[in-house]
């Protein structure tokens, strides 16, 4: 019954996707859903983009061995980057009517800038769409009780994702978002509900997991030691996922500038709500049976909020929790499918062959999809880290090349494109350099980079210019050639 549910919700979610997918005509409707979005699917698509396998999966396991201080990336950085794109970001981008975030770097600097950052972009949606692939692997093993292998889960998941995301794009992709909100939101509060009253309430939890020092946050001495790689994990969340074109594309696709800001700001504030009930789950679970997740925990812990749930719980909540849990990663997989299939498509391939029509320019999007879904796949099938491992090393390539030309081109008029350039070689080159010839236990390389990064990037945009500066975004206007 249980595995049936699951088959029959994911049919359910391809006729759906492929019904929307009717109305998609042209290269706006694909990327950006022709902007059209109300504020409850902006709300559901911001939220249901980044409550994926690593929230449910990852964090909840994490929090299981390391406590509060071990998640401190996702859900407190993740959460906040979504809450400042909205407040900071979004207004500025929303005016622009542009198609990706790789556009606001041409518009800003020039055409190497967009291509470098957009590679730099594409190139991190590697591991983060790993992470959702592989989760989905695993959901099908264990409802299967081994009998559909990781791998071929893995296949099976990617294949219905793929379906309802290269026909319809972010307008399949935002409706089924808004589903899927529904079904993580519901599952998720009746699955707490019958742990809360399986442990004997809530406060029971809380209480047990701050005897047990897993309430700790901040690191707990005033050393250097502690408190760089403590920042270092928090901004690379923060930071490294705002110059992302998944959360470029919610921002733009929202009907107006208010819709696009209100929809981050609340998606953001619901994804740090609701991320904490699988933690609640997760730790619940060690209660209940601590003979049986202890070891587990020390074994694979990212199998203890699955395994209670297959076992300690009636069908109907296993079915609930399932449904959304497949919902969180699919939502999450078909937006990183789209993001970096968009993104090349607009900033590299139609650099190259800039004489293409809207027609044209929407097969390569749907082609590119094609494309990453099968590298996405077999870098999933080949890495060896863990869901969460790979959706926190996502965003550092983005941090240190990405950000700071996105941030200072918005904040400070000043900046040039020489600066842009230097800003990202040196970022680049200095994340390496830390990362291969002098690493630190206290300096995260990539907290390094950004630092480096956005000095160069002030020094280099006030010294005497050798890179021409021609930008056609001037005071916040677009001025065409």
Same mark, same amino acid.
């Given at each position: 019954?249980?595995?049936?549910?699951?088959?029959?919700?994911?049919?359910?979610?391809?006729?759906?996707?492929?019904?929307?997918?009717?109305?998609?005509?042209?290269?706006?409707?694909?990327?950006?859903?022709?902007?059209?979005?109300?504020?409850?699917?902006?709300?559901?698509?911001?939220?249901?983009?980044?409550?994926?396998?690593?929230?449910?999966?990852?964090?909840?396991?994490?929090?299981?061995?390391?406590?509060?201080?071990?998640?401190?990336?996702?859900?407190?950085?993740?959460?906040?980057?979504?809450?400042?794109?909205?407040?900071?970001?979004?207004?500025?981008?929303?005016?622009?009517?542009?198609?990706?975030?790789?556009?606001?770097?041409?518009?800003?600097?020039?055409?190497?800038?967009?291509?470098?950052?957009?590679?730099? #972009?594409?190139?991190?949606?590697?591991?983060?769409?790993?992470?959702?692939?592989?989760?989905?692997?695993?959901?099908?093993? %264990?409802?299967?009780?081994?009998?559909?292998?990781?791998?071929?889960?893995?296949? #099976?998941?990617?294949?219905?994702?793929?379906?309802?995301?290269?026909?319809?794009?972010?307008?399949?992709?935002?409706?089924?978002?808004?589903?899927?909100?529904? %079904?993580?939101?519901?599952?998720?509060?009746?699955?707490?509900?019958?742990?809360?009253?399986?442990?004997?309430?809530?406060?029971?939890?809380?209480?047990?997991?701050?005897?047990?020092?897993?309430?700790?946050?901040?690191?707990?001495?005033?050393?250097?030691?502690?408190?760089?790689?403590?920042?270092?994990?928090?901004?690379?969340?923060?930071?490294?996922?705002?110059?992302?074109?998944?959360?470029?594309?919610?921002?733009?696709?929202?009907?107006?500038?208010?819709?696009?800001t209100r929809g981050a700001v609340l998606g953001g504030s619901l994804y740090f709500c609701f991320a904490f009930i699988p933690v609640f789950l997760a730790y619940g679970a060690t209660l209940i049976k601590p003979e049986v997740f202890g070891p587990l925990i020390e074994q694979d812990s990212q199998m203890v909020l699955p395994t209670f749930i297959l076992n300690y719980t009636p069908i109907f909540a296993q079915v609930v929790f399932f449904g959304a849990l497949i919902s969180a990663i699919m939502s999450t997989a078909s937006a990183t499918l789209l993001a970096p299939a968009v993104s090349f498509s607009e900033n590299i391939y139609k650099v190259i062959f800039p004489h293409l029509d809207d027609a044209h320019l929407l097969k390569v999007m749907r082609v590119s999809v094609l494309v990453f879904t099968c590298m996405v796949l077999a870098f999933a099938f080949n890495t060896e880290s863990s869901i969460f491992e790979m959706v926190e090393a996502a965003y550092q390539v983005t941090l240190v090349a990405a950000f700071v030309p996105l941030a200072f081109g918005l904040y400070w008029k000043r900046a040039t494109t020489q600066g842009a350039v230097a800003s990202i070689v040196v970022g680049i080159a200095v994340w390496q350099f830390s990362v291969h010839v002098m690493p630190s236990d206290v300096w995260p390389p990539q907290l390094l980079g950004l630092v480096c990064s956005a000095m160069t990037m002030i020094l280099a945009s006030l010294l005497p210019q050798w890179i021409p500066h021609r930008p056609l975004l001037r005071d916040g206007v677009l001025h065409p050639k």
């Open positions: 019954m249980l595995l049936a549910s699951v088959i029959g919700y994911l049919l359910l979610s391809v006729i759906v996707g492929l019904y929307v997918a009717r109305n998609v005509n042209t290269t706006a409707d694909y990327a950006v859903a022709g902007r059209h979005l109300t504020l409850p699917v902006v709300t559901a698509t911001v939220f249901a983009t980044w409550f994926g396998s690593e929230t449910v999966l990852g964090i909840s396991s994490t929090f299981v061995k390391e406590g509060l201080h071990g998640i401190v990336a996702d859900p407190f950085g993740a959460s906040l980057c979504l809450i400042l794109a909205g407040l900071f970001f979004a207004p500025k981008l929303y005016r622009l009517k542009l198609m990706t975030i790789g556009d606001y770097y041409r518009v800003r600097y020039n055409h190497f800038v967009e291509m470098f950052c957009s590679a730099c #972009i594409i190139v991190s949606y590697l591991g983060w769409v790993a992470a959702q692939i592989s989760a989905l692997g695993l959901i099908f093993k %264990v409802l299967s009780d081994g009998a559909i292998t990781q791998q071929w889960g893995m296949i #099976i998941g990617t294949v219905v994702v793929l379906t309802y995301t290269l026909f319809g794009g972010m307008l399949s992709v935002a409706v089924m978002d808004f589903i899927q909100m529904t %079904v993580i939101g519901g599952g998720l509060l009746y699955v707490g509900w019958l742990v809360a009253d399986m442990t004997g309430g809530v406060a029971v939890v809380v209480n047990h997991a701050e005897a047990a020092g897993k309430l700790r946050f901040f690191p707990e001495e005033f050393s250097y030691a502690l408190w760089v790689p403590f920042i270092g994990a928090f901004v690379t969340m923060m930071l490294g996922s705002i110059p992302q074109q998944d959360v470029f594309q919610r921002i733009t696709s929202a009907k107006d500038e208010k819709t696009a």
